[in-house]
C-alpha cells in the first residue's frame, strides 16, 4: 500500500508521533501511538511501519490493531534475546509521552479479498499481523478462522475478548497436555478453490504450513506468508562483489555478507532490516548468479535483483549495479 502521509507532524518522509499507551505482555512491549498532529495515514491490513530507534537504527513492526481506527497505531515488540539492537531499544525506549518518529505503513503481506474463507496461522509474535486481517475480515463480515500457535501465548486474553474472538483458536504448545498443532489436519478441512492461507511467524511453522497447504491440494497462490527474518546470511563459499557504478571490487568472506563488505570498502549501502525482509539494500544484478536468502524478492524479480544484507553468489565474480 503507497500510503500517503496525511499528518502535519511530519519531515523527511517521516512522522511524528507520540507514545500514549503502553502495556507488558511477558516478553512482548505493545504500545500504542498517536501523531503530534493531523490524522495518521490510513492503512490495510498486514501493513507495516519503519519505526526510528536513533543513531541510524531502523526496524520494521507489524500494525497489529484495528485498520478501521484511525486514531493511533497499535505495535508489539518482542523481547529477543538474539536482537541485533532493534527489540531491546524498543524496551528500553518505549515509554507513555515519549516522542518518536515513523515511517508511513508499507504492505508486502496483503490481504486478497476475492477469498470467501480465509485461515490464519500465527506463530508466536508472528500473529501481530493476522490480528490485524482478523479485524479487517470481521468488519468486512468475511469467513476466517485465526490459529495462535505459541508456548507463551501472551495474546490470548486479548484474542479471548476480541470482536472475533469466536473465530480464534489458541494452540498452547507450552502445556506438556496440550495436542501438538497439526497444519495438514487445520488446512484440509478448509480445502476449497476460494480459500486463502495466511501465516506469520518461525520459518519452521511456516514452512510446515506450505508443505502441509501443498500437500493436501492447495496452490502455490493461495498460500501467503510474511517472515519476521531470512535465512541465515552467514556461510557458504568466499566470492568477489564488484559494485558496477563505484568501480570498487571486494572480497566477500564465509562470515561476511556483501552489504558488509561493500561498506568497509567505501561503497554506501542503504540498509534498514538487515534481515532480508524489508527491500532497503536490493539492487540489480548485471552478471552473476545470485544466491538468495532473502524473503523480500519474488521468484520473478529474483531473475535480476538481490537482497545486498543476506544474499550471496553462487559464481565467483557478482555484479551489481550499485
Not at 527489540?87 to 515509554?95: E, K, N, P, T
Request: overall charge negative.
Amino acid at each position: 500500500m503507497n500510503a500517503q502521509v496525511e499528518t502535519g507532524g511530519t519531515t523527511g518522509g517521516t512522522i511524528d508521533v507520540r507514545v500514549a499507551a503502553v502495556e507488558q505482555l511477558g516478553a512482548v512491549l505493545s504500545f500504542d501511538l498517536v501523531p503530534l498532529t493531523g490524522v495518521l495515514p490510513s492503512w490495510d491490513a498486514g501493513a507495516h511501519v519503519d519505526l526510528f530507534l536513533g543513531d541510524g537504527l531502523i526496524r520494521q513492526y507489524s500494525l497489529c490493531g484495528d485498520p478501521g481506527d484511525r486514531s493511533c497505531y497499535r505495535l508489539a515488540v518482542l523481547r529477543d534475546p538474539a536482537s541485533r539492537g532493534g527489540s531491546q531499544a524498543v524496551h528500553d525506549l518505549v515509554r507513555v509521552g515519549e516522542i518518536m518518529k515513523i515511517g508511513a505503513p508499507r504492505n508486502l503481506f496483503p490481504l486478497d479479498k476475492t477469498a470467501v474463507h480465509s485461515v490464519l496461522i500465527g506463530g508466536g509474535i508472528g500473529v501481530t499481523p493476522l490480528i490485524a486481517m482478523a479485524y479487517a475480515l470481521h468488519d468486512q463480515g468475511q469467513s476466517f478462522t485465526l490459529h495462535y500457535v505459541a508456548r507463551d501465548p501472551v495474546f490470548m486474553p486479548f484474542l479471548q475478548h476480541a470482536p472475533f474472538a469466536q473465530a480464534v483458536v489458541v494452540h498452547d504448545r507450552g502445556r506438556a497436555d496440550g495436542p501438538r498443532f497439526d497444519p495438514a489436519a487445520v488446512l484440509a478441512g478448509s480445502l476449497k478453490p476460494t480459500t486463502r492461507v495466511y501465516t506469520c511467524g518461525p520459518l519452521g511453522l511456516m514452512d510446515a504450513v506450505f508443505e502441509a497447504g501443498l500437500a493436501v491440494g492447495y496452490t502455490k497462490n493461495q498460500l501467503h506468508r510474511e517472515a519476521f527474518s531470512a535465512q541465515p546470511v552467514a556461510g557458504g563459499h568466499a566470492f568477489e562483489v564488484l559494485a558496477a557504478k563505484s568501480g570498487v571490487r571486494v572480497q566477500v568472506g564465509p562470515d561476511d555478507t556483501i552489504a558488509r563488505a561493500l561498506s568497509k570498502a567505501g561503497v554506501k549501502v542503504t540498509l534498514s532490516c538487515e534481515q532480508g525482509i524489508c527491500g532497503t539494500c536490493v539492487v540489480s544484478v548485471l552478471e552473476g548468479e545470485p544466491e538468495h536468502r532473502d524473503e523480500y524478492l519474488t521468484e520473478e524479480e529474483r531473475t535480476d535483483q538481490i537482497a545486498l544484507c543476506c544474499s550471496r553468489s553462487r559464481s565467483p565474480l557478482l555484479v551489481v549495479d550499485i
